[in-house]
């Protein structure tokens, strides 16, 4: 077995929680290092902390399976799909979930998301991907999928050696796949949607809007495929605008309103920032202002620039809102932080001269769990904020 030996003292991110080990802190390396392949990480005292898969060709040279010594076979995989499993069926809602995220159900590098009897998955890492098939030959016994969807054509996949791909693995896909999300109707494409089809990290998010949106003038600024504006309508606002820079994202949304037979509502196709500047000049008004971009942030670099970006995106909607109005404003860039997030709020609030009450502070769905241990795994923010 091969083994990787940590510099001093970088044992206590692991002691702690998290399953990522870099290849700047290993100190000695004994035995061969192949792609996909198994390792142990011990501590420079030779401590064992964990064992998993290797990724020679990355920054994250090996991503921690299990903490005890045991093989990484069939036998575990089955024992961590169960377990995930389990924990959805706790939730209350299998059918329409994220059913495995990654390191935080010990399975890192493996995304699976259940949409009714479709199951879509992405093996973003050398040692998952290689032992697909039995993923598969699991899923496909413990859930009985009428398909399972690969969506492999993520940039992230190159940083592994890996080729962007996307097809239908088991089974066939229905001709139209339709999943009630909080009741509302949304059809899924898992061979174009984002991600693997669909977002469900906002799930619950959409969910809690109810309260704040009855009888109001709601502004949905990046509605994807109709998100928390589909919702604003289904909870009874007065009218709803939602604009995205998507054409074809826009043409689903407009397809799930008609589903659900929401007709109070305009569509836009506009870059959030110059919408919300036009409609600053206009001095347009709005009840309830919804936020949900793109990360601006997808790497530690980009952090600065990605505060501005928040700052600005926030400051412009908050002008667009009366005393009591509403801000639902989200980040889903985990070098973000909640604290840091907290702080662009505050000095966008500043800036535009308004006070801002917090009703509620949210994260993603439970279905993507958090893990203490591992503060990466908590990368959505999603504020609910009143102006006072």
Same mark, same amino acid.
């Given at each position: 077995?091969?083994?990787?030996s940590?510099?001093a003292?970088k044992?206590?991110?692991?002691?702690?929680?998290?399953?990522?080990?870099?290849a700047?802190?290993?100190?000695?390396i004994?035995?061969?290092?192949?792609?996909g392949?198994?390792?142990d990480? %011990?501590s420079?005292?030779?401590?064992f902390?964990?064992?998993?898969?290797l990724?020679?060709?990355?920054?994250q040279?090996?991503?921690i399976?299990?903490?005890?010594?045991r093989?990484?076979?069939?036998?575990?995989?089955?024992?961590?799909?169960?377990?995930?499993?389990?924990?959805?069926?706790?939730?209350g809602?299998?059918?329409?979930?994220?059913?495995?995220?990654?390191?935080?159900?010990?399975l890192?590098?493996?995304? %699976?998301?259940?949409?009714e009897?479709?199951?879509?998955?992405?093996?973003?890492?050398a040692?998952?991907?290689q032992? !697909?098939e039995?993923?598969?030959?699991?899923?496909?016994?413990?859930?009985h999928?009428a398909?399972?969807?690969?969506?492999?054509?993520?940039?992230?996949?190159k940083?592994?050696?890996?080729?962007?791909?996307?097809?239908?693995?088991?089974?066939?896909?229905?001709?139209?796949?339709?999943?009630?999300?909080?009741?509302f109707l949304?059809?899924i494409?898992?061979? !174009?949607? +984002?991600?693997t089809?669909?977002?469900l990290? +906002?799930r619950e998010?959409?969910a809690?809007?109810?309260?704040y949106v009855?009888?109001?003038?709601?502004?949905?600024?990046?509605?994807?495929?109709?998100?928390?504006?589909?919702?604003?309508?289904?909870?009874g606002a007065?009218?709803?605008?939602?604009?995205?820079?998507s054409a074809?994202?826009?043409?689903?949304?407009r397809?799930?309103?008609?589903?659900?037979g929401?007709?109070r %509502?305009?569509?836009?196709?506009a870059d959030?920032?110059?919408l919300?500047?036009?409609?600053e000049?206009?001095?347009? +008004?709005?009840?309830?202002?919804?936020?949900?971009?793109?990360?601006?942030?997808?790497?530690?670099?980009?952090?600065?620039?990605?505060c501005?970006?928040?700052?600005?995106?926030?400051?412009?909607?908050?002008?667009l809102?009366?005393?009591g109005?509403i801000?639902?404003?989200n980040s889903?860039?985990?070098y973000l932080?909640p604290?840091?997030?907290?702080?662009?709020?505050?000095?966008?609030?500043?800036?535009?001269g308004?006070?801002?009450? %917090?009703?509620?502070?949210?994260?993603?769905?439970r279905?993507?769990?958090?893990?203490?241990?591992?503060p990466?795994s908590l990368?959505? !923010?999603?504020?609910?904020l009143?102006?006072i």
């Amino acid at each position: 077995m091969t083994t990787l030996s940590l510099q001093a003292g970088k044992e206590h991110r692991f002691l702690r929680g998290e399953r990522t080990v870099y290849a700047g802190e290993v100190a000695h390396i004994e035995g061969e290092i192949t792609l996909g392949g198994e390792a142990d990480v %011990v501590s420079s005292r030779g401590q064992f902390l964990g064992r998993g898969f290797l990724s020679p060709s990355s920054k994250q040279l090996l991503r921690i399976v299990t903490r005890e010594r045991r093989p990484l076979d069939e036998s575990l995989f089955e024992e961590l799909l169960r377990e995930a499993i389990a924990y959805r069926r706790m939730l209350g809602n299998d059918s329409c979930c994220r059913l495995v995220f990654g390191d935080a159900d010990s399975l890192p590098g493996l995304t %699976v998301d259940r949409f009714e009897s479709v199951l879509s998955i992405q093996t973003l890492t050398a040692g998952m991907d290689q032992r !697909k098939e039995i993923l598969c030959d699991l899923l496909e016994r413990l859930l009985h999928p009428a398909a399972i969807y690969e969506r492999n054509d993520v940039a992230v996949r190159k940083k592994e050696g890996l080729p962007l791909k996307k097809g239908l693995l088991r089974g066939s896909l229905p001709s139209e796949l339709l999943v009630r999300e909080n009741g509302f109707l949304i059809k899924i494409d898992v061979e !174009k949607g +984002q991600k693997t089809g669909s977002y469900l990290d +906002q799930r619950e998010n959409h969910a809690a809007i109810a309260p704040y949106v009855s009888g109001k003038q709601v502004l949905d600024a990046c509605c994807c495929t109709g998100g928390f504006g589909l919702h604003a309508a289904g909870y009874g606002a007065e009218f709803v605008t939602a604009s995205d820079i998507s054409a074809d994202a826009l043409e689903q949304a407009r397809e799930n309103y008609a589903r659900n037979g929401f007709d109070r %509502v305009e569509f836009i196709e506009a870059d959030v920032f110059e919408l919300l500047r036009e409609y600053e000049r206009q001095g347009r +008004q709005f009840d309830v202002v919804i936020l949900d971009p793109p990360a601006f942030c997808k790497n530690k670099s980009a952090l600065e620039k990605a505060c501005r970006g928040y700052k600005e995106i926030n400051l412009r909607a908050l002008r667009l809102l009366p005393k009591g109005g509403i801000l639902v404003t989200n980040s889903c860039s985990h070098y973000l932080t909640p604290e840091l997030f907290w702080e662009v709020l505050r000095s966008a609030a500043e800036d535009a001269g308004k006070g801002l009450r %917090v009703i509620e502070q949210r994260i993603q769905s439970r279905d993507h769990p958090v893990t203490l241990g591992d503060p990466q795994s908590l990368y959505l !923010k999603c504020m609910i904020l009143q102006v006072i």
